[in-house]
Protein backbone atom coordinates (compact mmCIF):
# COMPACT_ATOMS: atom_id res chain seq x y z
CA UNK A 1 0.00 0.00 0.00
CA UNK A 2 1.52 3.46 -0.90
CA UNK A 3 1.13 6.19 1.31
CA UNK A 4 -1.90 7.83 -0.06
CA UNK A 5 -3.90 4.48 -0.50
CA UNK A 6 -7.98 4.02 0.74
CA UNK A 7 -8.21 1.95 4.09
CA UNK A 8 -11.63 1.45 4.94
CA UNK A 9 -14.53 -0.65 6.89
CA UNK A 10 -17.57 0.60 8.00
CA UNK A 11 -20.92 -1.38 9.85
CA UNK A 12 -24.03 -0.24 10.20
CA UNK A 13 -27.11 -1.62 11.19
CA UNK A 14 -29.90 0.37 10.79
CA UNK A 15 -31.66 2.13 8.89
CA UNK A 16 -29.84 -0.30 6.29
CA UNK A 17 -27.57 -2.63 6.33
CA UNK A 18 -24.00 -1.90 5.71
CA UNK A 19 -21.04 -4.08 5.69
CA UNK A 20 -18.53 -3.42 3.48
CA UNK A 21 -14.37 -3.52 3.84
CA UNK A 22 -11.74 -2.67 0.89
CA UNK A 23 -8.93 -1.04 -0.13
CA UNK A 24 -7.60 1.05 -2.92
CA UNK A 25 -4.02 1.82 -3.44
CA UNK A 26 -2.97 5.06 -5.34
CA UNK A 27 -3.85 5.22 -9.23
CA UNK A 28 -5.69 1.94 -8.82
CA UNK A 29 -9.67 1.99 -9.31
CA UNK A 30 -12.09 0.20 -7.19
CA UNK A 31 -15.41 -0.60 -8.75
CA UNK A 32 -18.78 -1.22 -6.32
CA UNK A 33 -21.02 -3.18 -8.09
CA UNK A 34 -24.54 -4.32 -7.39
CA UNK A 35 -27.98 -4.05 -7.98
CA UNK A 36 -30.03 -0.81 -7.04
CA UNK A 37 -30.61 -1.03 -3.12
CA UNK A 38 -27.65 -2.91 -3.07
CA UNK A 39 -25.78 -0.07 -0.79
CA UNK A 40 -23.32 0.95 -3.01
CA UNK A 41 -24.20 4.46 -2.95
CA UNK A 42 -24.27 4.58 0.72
CA UNK A 43 -21.28 3.35 0.53
CA UNK A 44 -19.91 6.04 -1.29
CA UNK A 45 -21.94 8.40 0.62
CA UNK A 46 -19.85 7.50 4.22
CA UNK A 47 -16.73 7.42 2.16
CA UNK A 48 -17.60 11.39 1.41
CA UNK A 49 -18.57 12.28 4.73
CA UNK A 50 -22.06 13.17 3.42
CA UNK A 51 -23.23 9.69 5.58
CA UNK A 52 -21.75 8.38 9.15
CA UNK A 53 -22.09 5.30 9.63
CA UNK A 54 -22.51 3.18 13.11
CA UNK A 55 -18.72 2.24 13.36
CA UNK A 56 -16.23 1.91 11.26
CA UNK A 57 -12.56 3.74 10.22
CA UNK A 58 -11.86 5.56 6.90
CA UNK A 59 -8.24 6.40 6.49
CA UNK A 60 -6.44 8.20 3.29
CA UNK A 61 -2.87 8.18 3.31
CA UNK A 62 -2.22 9.17 6.81
CA UNK A 63 -5.31 11.06 7.61
CA UNK A 64 -8.02 9.33 9.27
CA UNK A 65 -11.15 11.01 8.42
CA UNK A 66 -13.74 8.68 10.51
CA UNK A 67 -12.55 6.36 13.71
CA UNK A 68 -15.63 5.38 15.56
CA UNK A 69 -13.55 4.35 18.23
CA UNK A 70 -11.54 7.55 18.24
CA UNK A 71 -14.43 9.62 17.91
CA UNK A 72 -12.92 10.90 14.97
CA UNK A 73 -15.67 12.21 12.13
CA UNK A 74 -14.29 15.03 9.52
CA UNK A 75 -17.20 16.67 7.41
CA UNK A 76 -17.37 16.49 3.77
CA UNK A 77 -16.46 19.92 3.39
CA UNK A 78 -13.16 19.61 4.74
CA UNK A 79 -12.26 16.23 3.58
CA UNK A 80 -10.85 17.29 0.14
CA UNK A 81 -12.88 14.24 -1.61
CA UNK A 82 -13.62 14.88 -5.42
CA UNK A 83 -17.19 13.42 -6.39
CA UNK A 84 -18.98 13.06 -9.36
CA UNK A 85 -22.57 12.25 -8.66
CA UNK A 86 -25.12 10.31 -10.68
CA UNK A 87 -26.71 12.90 -13.00
CA UNK A 88 -23.56 15.29 -12.00
CA UNK A 89 -25.17 17.36 -9.45
CA UNK A 90 -24.59 20.88 -11.44
CA UNK A 91 -25.56 24.14 -10.40
CA UNK A 92 -28.74 25.00 -12.79
CA UNK A 93 -28.25 28.45 -11.73
CA UNK A 94 -24.27 28.92 -13.10
CA UNK A 95 -22.18 28.31 -15.88
CA UNK A 96 -19.79 25.54 -16.47
CA UNK A 97 -16.99 27.91 -15.45
CA UNK A 98 -18.75 29.05 -11.84
CA UNK A 99 -19.83 25.32 -11.19
CA UNK A 100 -15.94 24.21 -11.48
CA UNK A 101 -15.11 27.54 -9.66
CA UNK A 102 -17.49 26.18 -6.41
CA UNK A 103 -14.96 23.93 -5.91
CA UNK A 104 -12.15 26.75 -5.82
CA UNK A 105 -13.42 29.13 -3.35
CA UNK A 106 -10.86 29.58 -1.21
CA UNK A 107 -8.68 31.01 -3.75
CA UNK A 108 -9.27 34.38 -5.25
CA UNK A 109 -12.11 35.41 -7.47
CA UNK A 110 -9.55 36.14 -10.22
CA UNK A 111 -7.45 32.85 -9.84
CA UNK A 112 -10.22 30.86 -8.94
CA UNK A 113 -12.09 31.60 -12.64
CA UNK A 114 -8.77 31.13 -14.33
CA UNK A 115 -7.83 27.77 -12.75
CA UNK A 116 -11.74 26.88 -13.18
CA UNK A 117 -11.09 27.46 -16.74
CA UNK A 118 -7.54 25.23 -16.75
CA UNK A 119 -9.56 22.37 -15.82
CA UNK A 120 -12.78 22.63 -17.84
CA UNK A 121 -9.82 22.96 -20.96
CA UNK A 122 -8.04 19.87 -19.42
CA UNK A 123 -11.57 17.89 -19.82
CA UNK A 124 -11.79 19.18 -23.04
CA UNK A 125 -14.86 21.76 -23.01
CA UNK A 126 -14.80 23.93 -25.29
CA UNK A 127 -14.67 27.84 -24.52
CA UNK A 128 -18.02 27.90 -26.11
CA UNK A 129 -19.31 25.60 -23.85
CA UNK A 130 -17.64 26.77 -20.79
CA UNK A 131 -19.84 29.98 -20.51
CA UNK A 132 -23.02 27.69 -20.90
CA UNK A 133 -25.27 26.92 -18.31
CA UNK A 134 -25.90 23.14 -17.88
CA UNK A 135 -29.21 22.31 -19.20
CA UNK A 136 -27.63 24.00 -22.59
CA UNK A 137 -25.21 21.29 -22.12
CA UNK A 138 -25.34 17.66 -23.75
CA UNK A 139 -24.99 14.46 -20.90
CA UNK A 140 -21.60 14.18 -22.20
CA UNK A 141 -20.42 17.84 -21.80
CA UNK A 142 -22.23 17.89 -18.57
CA UNK A 143 -20.64 15.27 -17.11
CA UNK A 144 -16.95 16.56 -18.30
CA UNK A 145 -17.80 19.58 -15.77
CA UNK A 146 -18.95 17.38 -12.73
CA UNK A 147 -15.60 15.76 -13.11
CA UNK A 148 -13.83 18.74 -14.12
CA UNK A 149 -15.25 20.22 -10.47
CA UNK A 150 -14.61 17.15 -8.71
CA UNK A 151 -10.60 17.49 -9.94
CA UNK A 152 -10.31 21.17 -9.45
CA UNK A 153 -11.00 20.10 -5.61
CA UNK A 154 -7.48 18.24 -5.74
CA UNK A 155 -9.27 15.34 -4.39
CA UNK A 156 -7.14 12.88 -2.24
CA UNK A 157 -9.42 10.30 -3.01
CA UNK A 158 -11.96 10.09 -6.32
CA UNK A 159 -15.54 8.82 -6.02
CA UNK A 160 -17.70 8.18 -9.19
CA UNK A 161 -21.77 7.09 -8.54
CA UNK A 162 -22.80 5.82 -11.74
CA UNK A 163 -21.18 8.79 -13.92
CA UNK A 164 -21.89 7.06 -17.00
CA UNK A 165 -25.38 5.82 -16.62
CA UNK A 166 -27.21 9.41 -18.21
CA UNK A 167 -24.97 9.46 -21.69
CA UNK A 168 -25.17 7.82 -24.79
CA UNK A 169 -23.15 4.73 -25.85
CA UNK A 170 -20.69 6.98 -28.06
CA UNK A 171 -19.65 9.48 -25.40
CA UNK A 172 -19.17 6.76 -22.84
CA UNK A 173 -16.17 5.45 -25.16
CA UNK A 174 -15.24 8.69 -24.83
CA UNK A 175 -15.54 9.60 -21.11
CA UNK A 176 -13.86 5.88 -20.62
CA UNK A 177 -11.05 7.37 -22.55
CA UNK A 178 -10.59 9.75 -20.46
CA UNK A 179 -10.90 8.38 -17.50
CA UNK A 180 -8.08 5.82 -18.48
CA UNK A 181 -6.40 8.59 -19.08
CA UNK A 182 -6.71 10.63 -16.15
CA UNK A 183 -6.53 7.70 -13.57
CA UNK A 184 -2.79 6.75 -13.21
CA UNK A 185 -1.50 10.23 -13.93
CA UNK A 186 -4.11 11.95 -11.16
CA UNK A 187 -2.08 9.33 -8.26
CA UNK A 188 -5.10 9.19 -6.24
CA UNK A 189 -7.48 6.16 -5.07
CA UNK A 190 -10.95 6.21 -7.11
CA UNK A 191 -13.55 4.28 -6.20
CA UNK A 192 -16.42 3.93 -8.67
CA UNK A 193 -20.29 2.80 -8.24
CA UNK A 194 -21.88 1.11 -11.08
CA UNK A 195 -24.57 -1.64 -12.33
CA UNK A 196 -22.67 -2.27 -15.29
CA UNK A 197 -20.15 -5.03 -14.70
CA UNK A 198 -18.84 -4.69 -18.19
CA UNK A 199 -18.20 -0.84 -17.42
CA UNK A 200 -16.76 -1.79 -13.97
CA UNK A 201 -14.46 -4.58 -15.18
CA UNK A 202 -13.07 -2.54 -18.12
CA UNK A 203 -12.12 0.28 -15.70
CA UNK A 204 -11.26 -1.41 -12.48
CA UNK A 205 -8.39 -3.34 -11.03
CA UNK A 206 -10.92 -4.80 -8.24
CA UNK A 207 -14.13 -5.67 -7.55
CA UNK A 208 -16.57 -5.22 -4.77
CA UNK A 209 -19.70 -7.13 -5.58
CA UNK A 210 -22.49 -6.01 -3.09
CA UNK A 211 -25.86 -7.18 -2.68
CA UNK A 212 -28.41 -6.56 0.24
CA UNK A 213 -25.32 -3.85 2.24
CA UNK A 214 -22.95 -6.50 2.21
CA UNK A 215 -20.07 -7.60 -0.08
CA UNK A 216 -20.64 -11.32 -1.35
CA UNK A 217 -17.18 -10.87 -2.92
CA UNK A 218 -13.85 -8.79 -3.68
CA UNK A 219 -10.87 -9.12 -5.75
CA UNK A 220 -9.68 -8.88 -9.49
CA UNK A 221 -12.07 -8.93 -12.15
CA UNK A 222 -10.51 -11.83 -13.90
CA UNK A 223 -10.68 -14.09 -10.42
CA UNK A 224 -14.76 -12.99 -9.91
CA UNK A 225 -15.17 -13.73 -13.27
CA UNK A 226 -13.72 -16.92 -13.33
CA UNK A 227 -14.63 -18.27 -9.96
CA UNK A 228 -17.84 -16.47 -8.51
CA UNK A 229 -17.88 -17.48 -4.42
CA UNK A 230 -21.82 -18.17 -4.95
CA UNK A 231 -24.43 -18.05 -7.52
CA UNK A 232 -25.76 -14.83 -6.34
CA UNK A 233 -22.46 -13.57 -7.59
CA UNK A 234 -22.80 -15.16 -10.24
CA UNK A 235 -25.91 -14.02 -11.24
CA UNK A 236 -24.82 -10.43 -9.78
CA UNK A 237 -22.15 -10.52 -12.48
CA UNK A 238 -24.59 -11.48 -15.38
CA UNK A 239 -22.52 -15.29 -15.74
CA UNK A 240 -24.66 -16.57 -18.65
CA UNK A 241 -23.48 -20.14 -18.13
CA UNK A 242 -24.40 -21.27 -15.19
CA UNK A 243 -25.78 -25.25 -14.29
CA UNK A 244 -26.54 -27.42 -11.39
CA UNK A 245 -24.56 -30.47 -11.09
CA UNK A 246 -23.85 -32.93 -8.47
CA UNK A 247 -20.05 -33.37 -7.18
CA UNK A 248 -18.61 -37.22 -7.35
CA UNK A 249 -15.88 -36.58 -5.74
CA UNK A 250 -12.01 -36.98 -6.74
CA UNK A 251 -11.53 -38.26 -9.57
CA UNK A 252 -8.26 -40.55 -10.58
CA UNK A 253 -6.11 -37.83 -11.79
CA UNK A 254 -4.88 -35.93 -8.60
CA UNK A 255 -6.24 -32.57 -8.01
CA UNK A 256 -9.32 -32.81 -10.10
CA UNK A 257 -12.85 -33.87 -9.94
CA UNK A 258 -15.97 -35.51 -11.00
CA UNK A 259 -18.68 -33.45 -11.79
CA UNK A 260 -22.18 -34.91 -13.43
CA UNK A 261 -24.23 -32.34 -15.02
CA UNK A 262 -27.70 -31.83 -14.13
CA UNK A 263 -30.47 -30.09 -16.07
CA UNK A 264 -31.83 -26.82 -14.94
CA UNK A 265 -35.57 -27.88 -13.52
CA UNK A 266 -36.49 -31.30 -11.68
CA UNK A 267 -37.96 -32.46 -15.06
CA UNK A 268 -34.88 -32.28 -16.79
CA UNK A 269 -32.94 -34.02 -14.34
CA UNK A 270 -30.97 -37.19 -16.18
CA UNK A 271 -29.77 -39.46 -13.50
CA UNK A 272 -26.75 -40.35 -15.99
CA UNK A 273 -25.98 -36.53 -17.17
CA UNK A 274 -22.48 -36.77 -18.49
CA UNK A 275 -19.99 -36.04 -16.24
CA UNK A 276 -17.29 -33.68 -16.35
CA UNK A 277 -13.55 -33.37 -14.59
CA UNK A 278 -12.56 -30.30 -13.20
CA UNK A 279 -11.00 -28.64 -10.45
CA UNK A 280 -11.31 -29.98 -7.35
CA UNK A 281 -10.50 -27.26 -4.25
CA UNK A 282 -11.24 -30.40 -1.66
CA UNK A 283 -13.94 -27.65 -0.40
CA UNK A 284 -16.74 -30.15 -1.39
CA UNK A 285 -18.41 -33.01 -0.23
CA UNK A 286 -19.25 -36.19 -2.07
CA UNK A 287 -22.54 -36.71 -3.29
CA UNK A 288 -23.70 -32.65 -2.59
CA UNK A 289 -25.73 -30.31 -5.01
CA UNK A 290 -23.45 -27.48 -6.58
CA UNK A 291 -23.69 -24.58 -9.01
CA UNK A 292 -21.33 -24.49 -11.47
CA UNK A 293 -20.46 -21.87 -14.34
CA UNK A 294 -18.24 -21.56 -17.44
CA UNK A 295 -17.12 -18.34 -18.59
CA UNK A 296 -17.29 -17.53 -22.65
CA UNK A 297 -13.63 -17.90 -22.71
CA UNK A 298 -14.19 -21.39 -22.21
CA UNK A 299 -16.49 -22.81 -24.93
CA UNK A 300 -15.63 -23.65 -28.42
CA UNK A 301 -17.35 -24.27 -31.39
CA UNK A 302 -17.21 -26.81 -34.36
CA UNK A 303 -13.21 -27.35 -33.37
CA UNK A 304 -10.71 -27.04 -30.38
CA UNK A 305 -7.15 -28.03 -29.86
CA UNK A 306 -7.73 -28.01 -25.67
CA UNK A 307 -7.24 -31.62 -24.52
CA UNK A 308 -8.78 -30.82 -21.98
CA UNK A 309 -11.95 -29.76 -23.23
CA UNK A 310 -15.21 -31.74 -23.17
CA UNK A 311 -16.87 -32.37 -26.32
CA UNK A 312 -20.80 -32.48 -26.79
CA UNK A 313 -22.86 -32.79 -30.27
CA UNK A 314 -25.05 -29.39 -30.37
CA UNK A 315 -28.42 -28.32 -31.98
CA UNK A 316 -28.44 -24.51 -32.31
CA UNK A 317 -31.89 -23.79 -31.10
CA UNK A 318 -31.32 -20.23 -31.33
CA UNK A 319 -28.96 -17.38 -33.15
CA UNK A 320 -29.66 -13.64 -32.70
CA UNK A 321 -27.88 -11.02 -34.93
CA UNK A 322 -27.51 -7.84 -32.54
CA UNK A 323 -24.95 -5.80 -34.90
CA UNK A 324 -21.35 -6.80 -34.14
CA UNK A 325 -22.30 -9.78 -31.69
CA UNK A 326 -24.40 -12.73 -32.57
CA UNK A 327 -25.65 -14.36 -29.51
CA UNK A 328 -26.70 -18.18 -29.91
CA UNK A 329 -28.61 -20.75 -27.57
CA UNK A 330 -27.26 -24.52 -27.96
CA UNK A 331 -28.99 -27.55 -26.83
CA UNK A 332 -26.29 -30.04 -25.71
CA UNK A 333 -26.61 -34.29 -26.24
CA UNK A 334 -30.39 -33.28 -27.35
CA UNK A 335 -31.08 -33.21 -23.50
CA UNK A 336 -33.69 -30.37 -22.49
CA UNK A 337 -32.33 -28.11 -19.92
CA UNK A 338 -28.77 -28.49 -21.24
CA UNK A 339 -28.33 -25.28 -22.76
CA UNK A 340 -25.38 -23.05 -23.15
CA UNK A 341 -25.04 -19.39 -24.65
CA UNK A 342 -22.91 -18.33 -27.17
CA UNK A 343 -21.52 -15.02 -27.76
CA UNK A 344 -19.81 -14.66 -30.53
CA UNK A 345 -17.81 -12.02 -32.55
CA UNK A 346 -15.79 -11.57 -35.71
CA UNK A 347 -16.19 -13.65 -38.82
CA UNK A 348 -17.18 -16.76 -38.12
CA UNK A 349 -20.69 -15.94 -36.30
CA UNK A 350 -22.06 -15.96 -39.74
CA UNK A 351 -21.85 -19.53 -40.13
CA UNK A 352 -23.55 -20.32 -37.35
CA UNK A 353 -27.32 -21.21 -38.41
CA UNK A 354 -30.99 -21.96 -36.42
CA UNK A 355 -30.89 -25.78 -36.41
CA UNK A 356 -27.61 -26.28 -37.29
CA UNK A 357 -25.84 -29.65 -35.59
CA UNK A 358 -22.48 -28.95 -34.60
CA UNK A 359 -19.58 -30.21 -31.80
CA UNK A 360 -19.14 -27.60 -28.82
CA UNK A 361 -16.23 -28.41 -26.41
CA UNK A 362 -16.55 -27.04 -22.60
CA UNK A 363 -12.93 -26.31 -21.42
CA UNK A 364 -12.92 -28.00 -17.91
CA UNK A 365 -10.08 -26.11 -16.85
CA UNK A 366 -12.04 -23.26 -16.72
CA UNK A 367 -15.70 -25.08 -14.85
CA UNK A 368 -15.73 -23.53 -11.78
CA UNK A 369 -17.73 -24.99 -8.93
CA UNK A 370 -20.03 -23.64 -5.81
CA UNK A 371 -21.72 -24.45 -3.00
CA UNK A 372 -25.55 -25.19 -3.96
CA UNK A 373 -27.55 -21.78 -2.01
CA UNK A 374 -30.67 -22.09 -4.12
CA UNK B 1 -56.93 61.06 -0.85
CA UNK B 2 -55.86 59.85 2.91
CA UNK B 3 -52.05 60.44 1.88
CA UNK B 4 -51.33 59.55 5.49
CA UNK B 5 -53.54 56.68 6.27
CA UNK B 6 -51.49 55.44 2.48
CA UNK B 7 -48.12 56.18 3.98
CA UNK B 8 -48.64 54.68 7.41
CA UNK B 9 -49.36 51.39 5.48
CA UNK B 10 -46.54 51.57 3.29
CA UNK B 11 -44.58 51.91 6.32
CA UNK B 12 -46.48 49.12 8.21
CA UNK B 13 -46.05 46.92 5.24
CA UNK B 14 -42.33 47.67 5.08
CA UNK B 15 -41.61 47.12 8.54
CA UNK B 16 -43.32 43.96 8.81
CA UNK B 17 -41.70 42.60 5.62
CA UNK B 18 -37.67 43.43 6.56
CA UNK B 19 -38.68 41.94 9.75
CA UNK B 20 -40.33 38.85 8.68
CA UNK B 21 -38.39 38.40 5.75
CA UNK B 22 -35.32 36.92 7.60
CA UNK B 23 -37.42 34.97 10.42
CA UNK B 24 -39.27 33.25 7.46
CA UNK B 25 -36.50 32.59 5.29
CA UNK B 26 -34.85 30.56 8.36
CA UNK B 27 -37.77 29.20 9.44
CA UNK B 28 -38.84 27.93 6.17
CA UNK B 29 -35.35 26.39 5.48
CA UNK B 30 -35.59 24.61 9.13
CA UNK B 31 -39.39 23.19 8.51
CA UNK B 32 -37.49 21.97 4.83
CA UNK B 33 -34.88 20.54 5.82
CA UNK B 34 -35.22 18.91 9.13
CA UNK B 35 -37.48 16.05 10.22
CA UNK B 36 -38.18 16.17 14.54
CA UNK B 37 -41.54 15.09 16.29
CA UNK B 38 -44.11 17.70 16.38
CA UNK B 39 -42.79 19.39 13.03
CA UNK B 40 -46.57 18.85 11.84
CA UNK B 41 -47.85 20.87 15.18
CA UNK B 42 -45.89 23.78 14.45
CA UNK B 43 -46.89 23.78 10.46
CA UNK B 44 -50.76 23.49 11.95
CA UNK B 45 -49.76 26.29 14.03
CA UNK B 46 -48.22 28.62 11.21
CA UNK B 47 -51.11 27.87 9.26
CA UNK B 48 -53.31 29.19 11.62
CA UNK B 49 -53.70 32.77 11.27
CA UNK B 50 -55.16 31.90 7.57
CA UNK B 51 -58.12 29.67 8.84
CA UNK B 52 -58.61 32.28 11.59
CA UNK B 53 -61.20 35.21 10.80
CA UNK B 54 -59.14 38.37 11.14
CA UNK B 55 -61.33 39.44 13.68
CA UNK B 56 -60.91 36.48 16.15
CA UNK B 57 -57.23 36.43 15.20
CA UNK B 58 -57.51 40.50 16.60
CA UNK B 59 -59.15 39.59 19.54
CA UNK B 60 -56.92 37.61 20.49
CA UNK B 61 -53.97 39.47 20.04
CA UNK B 62 -55.88 42.61 21.89
CA UNK B 63 -56.62 40.57 24.99
CA UNK B 64 -53.46 38.77 25.45
CA UNK B 65 -51.49 41.80 24.28
CA UNK B 66 -53.71 44.77 25.32
CA UNK B 67 -52.93 46.55 28.64
CA UNK B 68 -54.97 44.44 30.77
CA UNK B 69 -53.14 41.33 30.05
CA UNK B 70 -50.28 40.18 32.00
CA UNK B 71 -47.71 40.54 29.37
CA UNK B 72 -49.42 43.59 28.08
CA UNK B 73 -48.95 45.59 31.77
CA UNK B 74 -45.51 43.83 32.03
CA UNK B 75 -44.36 45.28 28.73
CA UNK B 76 -45.76 48.68 29.71
CA UNK B 77 -44.61 49.20 33.07
CA UNK B 78 -40.67 47.44 32.14
CA UNK B 79 -39.96 48.82 29.01
CA UNK B 80 -42.75 51.22 28.49
CA UNK B 81 -44.24 49.47 25.62
CA UNK B 82 -47.95 50.18 24.77
CA UNK B 83 -49.34 47.54 22.09
CA UNK B 84 -53.21 47.47 21.51
CA UNK B 85 -53.87 50.71 19.74
CA UNK B 86 -50.69 51.99 18.99
CA UNK B 87 -48.68 51.50 15.73
CA UNK B 88 -46.03 48.70 17.73
CA UNK B 89 -48.62 46.85 18.24
CA UNK B 90 -49.71 47.09 14.59
CA UNK B 91 -46.76 45.64 13.57
CA UNK B 92 -46.51 42.67 15.93
CA UNK B 93 -50.47 41.71 15.18
CA UNK B 94 -49.00 42.59 11.15
CA UNK B 95 -46.29 40.14 11.93
CA UNK B 96 -47.60 37.43 13.51
CA UNK B 97 -51.11 37.55 10.73
CA UNK B 98 -48.68 37.09 7.74
CA UNK B 99 -46.57 34.06 9.53
CA UNK B 100 -47.97 31.51 7.12
CA UNK B 101 -47.89 34.07 4.03
CA UNK B 102 -43.86 33.93 4.33
CA UNK B 103 -43.23 30.61 5.57
CA UNK B 104 -45.52 28.79 3.98
CA UNK B 105 -43.95 29.50 -0.16
CA UNK B 106 -40.18 29.97 1.27
CA UNK B 107 -40.59 26.42 2.98
CA UNK B 108 -42.29 24.97 -0.40
CA UNK B 109 -39.12 26.74 -2.26
CA UNK B 110 -36.34 25.13 0.08
CA UNK B 111 -38.28 21.66 -0.38
CA UNK B 112 -37.86 21.76 -3.95
CA UNK B 113 -33.57 21.89 -3.59
CA UNK B 114 -32.43 18.51 -4.55
CA UNK B 115 -30.60 17.35 -2.09
CA UNK B 116 -27.80 16.23 -4.29
CA UNK B 117 -26.51 20.00 -5.13
CA UNK B 118 -26.30 20.48 -1.02
CA UNK B 119 -23.76 17.48 -1.14
CA UNK B 120 -22.27 18.86 -4.06
CA UNK B 121 -21.48 22.29 -2.14
CA UNK B 122 -20.12 20.28 0.83
CA UNK B 123 -18.21 18.13 -1.23
CA UNK B 124 -16.67 20.48 -3.12
CA UNK B 125 -15.63 22.80 -0.13
CA UNK B 126 -18.44 24.64 0.70
CA UNK B 127 -19.44 26.00 4.15
CA UNK B 128 -23.01 25.79 5.60
CA UNK B 129 -22.87 29.69 5.04
CA UNK B 130 -21.50 29.68 1.33
CA UNK B 131 -23.65 26.35 0.26
CA UNK B 132 -26.51 29.07 1.32
CA UNK B 133 -25.66 31.99 -0.36
CA UNK B 134 -24.12 30.59 -3.33
CA UNK B 135 -26.30 27.36 -3.89
CA UNK B 136 -30.00 27.46 -1.63
CA UNK B 137 -30.37 31.19 -2.45
CA UNK B 138 -29.94 31.46 -6.07
CA UNK B 139 -32.44 28.87 -6.59
CA UNK B 140 -35.19 29.58 -3.55
CA UNK B 141 -35.03 33.28 -4.93
CA UNK B 142 -38.60 32.97 -6.89
CA UNK B 143 -40.43 31.65 -3.91
CA UNK B 144 -38.97 34.32 -1.32
CA UNK B 145 -39.87 36.98 -3.74
CA UNK B 146 -43.31 35.79 -4.26
CA UNK B 147 -43.59 35.45 -0.08
CA UNK B 148 -42.24 38.58 -0.03
CA UNK B 149 -45.06 40.17 -2.18
CA UNK B 150 -47.58 38.04 -0.39
CA UNK B 151 -46.57 39.50 2.95
CA UNK B 152 -46.29 43.64 1.97
CA UNK B 153 -49.62 43.39 -0.21
CA UNK B 154 -51.58 41.25 2.45
CA UNK B 155 -50.54 43.59 5.07
CA UNK B 156 -51.40 46.64 2.77
CA UNK B 157 -54.61 45.11 2.69
CA UNK B 158 -55.62 44.03 5.85
CA UNK B 159 -58.45 45.60 7.99
CA UNK B 160 -60.15 43.52 10.49
CA UNK B 161 -56.80 42.25 13.04
CA UNK B 162 -55.54 46.02 12.23
CA UNK B 163 -59.03 47.42 12.96
CA UNK B 164 -59.34 45.37 16.46
CA UNK B 165 -55.46 45.83 17.73
CA UNK B 166 -55.07 49.65 16.24
CA UNK B 167 -58.30 51.00 16.58
CA UNK B 168 -58.61 54.20 14.30
CA UNK B 169 -56.38 56.90 15.50
CA UNK B 170 -55.11 59.00 12.06
CA UNK B 171 -51.17 59.04 11.80
CA UNK B 172 -51.22 56.44 14.16
CA UNK B 173 -53.00 53.32 13.47
CA UNK B 174 -55.38 54.52 10.87
CA UNK B 175 -54.32 52.41 7.85
CA UNK B 176 -55.65 52.87 3.99
CA UNK B 177 -57.97 49.83 4.39
CA UNK B 178 -59.47 51.48 7.36
CA UNK B 179 -59.89 54.83 5.61
CA UNK B 180 -61.43 53.09 2.52
CA UNK B 181 -63.76 52.04 5.50
CA UNK B 182 -63.81 55.00 6.97
CA UNK B 183 -64.40 57.20 3.97
CA UNK B 184 -67.62 54.49 2.81
CA UNK B 185 -69.17 55.68 6.15
CA UNK B 186 -69.22 59.01 5.36
CA UNK B 187 -70.42 58.84 2.33
CA UNK B 188 -67.16 60.13 0.56
CA UNK B 189 -67.32 57.50 -1.96
CA UNK B 190 -65.10 59.75 -4.35
CA UNK B 191 -62.23 59.57 -2.14
CA UNK B 192 -62.78 55.90 -1.38
CA UNK B 193 -63.07 55.21 -4.43
CA UNK B 194 -59.53 56.67 -5.41
CA UNK B 195 -57.85 54.73 -2.61
CA UNK B 196 -59.28 51.26 -3.49
CA UNK B 197 -58.33 51.77 -6.94
CA UNK B 198 -55.13 52.83 -5.60
CA UNK B 199 -54.78 49.55 -3.69
CA UNK B 200 -56.09 47.56 -6.78
CA UNK B 201 -53.31 48.95 -8.38
CA UNK B 202 -50.65 48.32 -6.26
CA UNK B 203 -51.54 44.80 -5.96
CA UNK B 204 -52.21 43.87 -9.38
CA UNK B 205 -48.39 45.49 -10.12
CA UNK B 206 -46.46 43.55 -7.52
CA UNK B 207 -48.34 40.34 -7.77
CA UNK B 208 -47.59 40.92 -11.88
CA UNK B 209 -43.87 41.24 -10.56
CA UNK B 210 -43.48 38.14 -8.76
CA UNK B 211 -44.68 36.37 -11.07
CA UNK B 212 -43.47 37.75 -13.92
CA UNK B 213 -39.86 37.08 -12.31
CA UNK B 214 -40.67 33.73 -11.02
CA UNK B 215 -41.47 32.65 -14.52
CA UNK B 216 -38.31 34.98 -15.77
CA UNK B 217 -36.21 32.35 -14.07
CA UNK B 218 -38.07 29.48 -14.54
CA UNK B 219 -37.70 29.93 -17.95
CA UNK B 220 -35.17 27.87 -19.72
CA UNK B 221 -33.65 29.54 -23.05
CA UNK B 222 -33.70 27.41 -25.95
CA UNK B 223 -30.28 25.47 -27.35
Known sequence: MSNASLIFNIHQSLPMKLECAANCDAGDLLAIVGTSGAGKTSVLRVLAGLMKPESGRIQVGNEVWFDSQE??????????????????????????????????????????????????N???????????????????????????????????????????????????????????????????????????????????DQLVVMDDGVVLQAGSPGIIHGSPRNARVADLLGIQNRFQGEWLGPSSTPGYGSLRWIGMSSTDAQPDGPILTVRD????????????????????LWHSENLNAAQFQATVIQAQDLGEITMAKLSCSDLPGYIVNVTMTGKKRGRIKEGESLPIFLDQNLIHVMPFKY | ??????????????????????????????????????????????????????????????????????????????????????????????????????????????????????????????????????????????????????????????????????????????????????????????????????LLLLSLSAVAVSFFAAAKIMRKPKR
Open chain 1, 122 to 204: HVQLSSDQQVRHPHQLSGGQQQRVAIARALAREPKLLLLDEPFSAVDQMTRQDLYQLMIDMRKSLGIPIVLVTHDLREASLMA
Open chain 1, 71 to 120: HIFVPARDRHVGMVFQNYALMPHLDAIHNVALSLMHLPKHERLIKAQQWL
Open chain 2, 1 to 198: MDWQALGLSLKLAGLTLLILLPLGIWVGRMLAYSNFSGKSFIEALIVLPLVLPPTVLGYYLLVSLGGASGLGSWLKEVLGIQLSFSFMGLLVASMIFNIPFIVQPTQRAFDNVPKQLIDAGAVSGLSAWQTFLYIELPLVWPGVLSAAVLTFVHTLGEFGVVLMMGGNIPGETKTIAISIYDRVQAFDFESADRMSLL
Open chain 1, 281 to 300: KGKIKAGQQVNWVIPGDGIE
